[in-house]
């Protein structure tokens, strides 16, 4: 059937392109086994050289992490009454006492709100304009595709001024919803670009077919184009969640209180009471948990997904 | 069931126009072929009836009713892909429920028809699988089962077979031939070959350029046809034409190639000298000696019981389909007769045959 031949690797070149991938694996999986690691370190252990690469795992870091903590006078310490809970436990052996919770749970729900809004918006935006490129006549489509192209031609940090003082006289400073337009307007060219390039794959037929069955242009849409564009779909949420999640030069500049997203907010614990290197790992590895299990949940569209349309059928 | 009328009907796509000012009615229950080279404008045409593409302007008349700016879900038509177009996402009783889901049948009636369909279509041990590792046969079933389950008014089949292996071709023309003939469903079936057409259709449409070129039996198309288009596209070999400059009146019953009278039927119609064209199929032309019309062997193909045999003549060359008992040796002088009652004749300016008294009654496109 096929006009190219393939061959099967020898065992030789299969040992050697095992090696490579497993040698590439290490490397890339070392800075996430270091920053989980250090996350389960004490204090101590987190900076003592060389690494300990044997340690005893402590909860200190998430401890430090979801809590401020204070200081008392020696003696005050002394007539504390004992520890009721085990993370009141874990912060009394580091001479302090709980003072309250922090704000890394709120900014960390902050990233979820944004992140998937955004996301959400720019998948749900990206799709119907998509298609609408793919099946209709849309007037001065090239011209209209390029335009949406170009709007990922400079670093959107390149307009961080302007996007600053628009925001602060549209009330949209620190606030959910703007960030979540902010990153839904840098996402849906590619959502766009992408998703059409899906759409595109899928033949007309199947529509067409729905249409003649008794569906409405919407319902065929719905029922057919859409389960067959869900291995695009999830990629393409990949990508935009990815960006979202990880952004943080705007976070910076637009947030501060009530919408300050995991990124910015990170920084921060390295300052609260010396270098507190647990606590920030911690914070990081909780932070990258929600981008690893939705890639991991959509891993077999992601992997289509990349392929998709390599290969003329 | 349905009668469709085609009246006047035309489209076109921005500058290009597809489908030029086309009429013609389909019979209820009739097996009517669209037939025509690629680009021709025959799946335009067929994709205006089904409500998939609105035509520019005409009407498409669906038991009287004008459909022809109606969307497809609302004219009860069922349509049979090229691809078959089979949900991949389904499986394939879901596949063939998809029309009866989409109006609200309830529960158990779609069970029981899709699974009479089934029966029918001889697919029922395949209800429950994929449709991804169907063999093509079994995907042409699905997809006409998808067709009929419906119990549509109309079916429109976008060159169904076209997508099958020859061998397999073969099989389901027939079958399907026997399907429309059980359900006597009035069925619009596009094909651009021409063996296929002869072979299915009660009634043929000849599309060349989008302006239909002719439109009757394929008896008629194959033994009068109306243009050298249509001359030239039905019949392989395909008919040969014979060019020469002559003139003729109405009432005569022959022509003059070079001063060699050939019989003609009667011809209804008068031309002053102009070039003319003499339409003879291979199957008409016999091999005399006593003809006074000459021409030399240039080559003979054996086909069993017949040969066809390539002549070189005054005025072009013509194969001959003989009996393969007769010997035509290549370079001999041989003289050519022709069955009068099936010869054609046609305005080399024009591309249009003259009215005889044997193409009388057929309709010309």
Redesign the interface.
Known sequence: MSAYSVTEPTGRSKLVAGLLVTLYAVITLMPLLWIISTGFKSGPDSISYPPKIVFEPSLEGYVNLFTTRTRVAAEEFQNLPPPDTWYDEIVRDQGMVIAGPSRFGERFLNSVIIGFGSTFLSIFLGTLAAYAFSRFKVPLKDDLLFFILSTRMMPPIAVAIPIFLMYRELGLSDTHLGMILLYTAVNISLAVWLLKGFIDEI?R??E??????????F?AFRK?VL??AATGIASTAIFCLIFAWNEYAFAVLLTSGTAQTAPPFIPTIIGVGGQDWPAVAAGATIFLLPVMIFTILLRKHLLRGITFGAVRK | MAEIVIRNLRKEFGAFTAVQQSSFTIADGEFFMLLGPSGCGKTTTLRMI???ELPTSGQILIDGEDVSQK???QRD???V???F?L???LNVRKNIA??LV??GVAKDEVKRRVEEVARILRIEHLLDKGVGGLSGGDRQRVALG?AIV?RPKAF?MDEPLGALDAEFRELMAEELRALHDRMGATTVYVTHDQLEAMQMGDKIVVMNHGVVEQFGTPQDIYDHPATLFVADFIGSPAMNFLRFEGSFRAGDTSVSLDGIPIATPELQAEAAPRPLVLGVRPEHVTLTDDSPYRARVEASEYLGTTQIVTLSTPHGMVKARIPSGHVARTGETVGLSFTARSLSLFDAATGRAFRTAANAGVHHG
């Open positions: 033949p037929e199947y067409e077919a729905a249409l003649i069955d008794g569906y409405t242009r319902q057919v389960p067959q | 089904a409500g998939l969307p497809a879900s038509i069922a349509m892909f090229q691809m177009a949900y991949p996402h998809y029309p989409s109006q998808r419906r429109m």
